[in-house]
């Protein structure tokens, strides 16, 4: 099953590689995706570094378009509301979204998508 790797677990990646193991073995066995969102997120400070070798391998990660359903998105901040899920933005929700139409298990480190999983019946890799 492919893996939606977000923010948080690359920059944990590049910053002391804490996970660093965990998040070789899913490059090694190739189940990695990303998307827009992620690499918007990423991009932009590795650009100001110049590390232009790690943007180029960010690139040829297999990508995931974005299919963005505002009114699902909606209704998905509306479950976490009534379950007093609160401050979870936009973005978090698209990954969210991104993640479960293609059939993929998230792996992040923010404690959104953990509060989320249940009710959202979003895979999550702890």
Known sequence: MPVLVDTSVW???FRNGTHAEKLDSL???NLIVINDLILA???PSLKVRRAEKVISLLYQI??????IQWKELIELQ????????NGIGIPDLIIAQ????????LYSHDDHFKKMKDIISLQLIS
């Open 78 to 85: 509306v479950k976490c509301l009534k379950k007093g899920v």
């Open 62 to 67: 297999k990508w995931l378009a974005l299919d």
């Open 98 to 105: 991104n993640a479960m139409q293609n059939g993929c298990v």
């Open 11 to 13: 920059i944990d990646y």
């Open 41 to 43: 997120e990423l991009v």
């Open 27 to 29: 490059i090694d066995k």
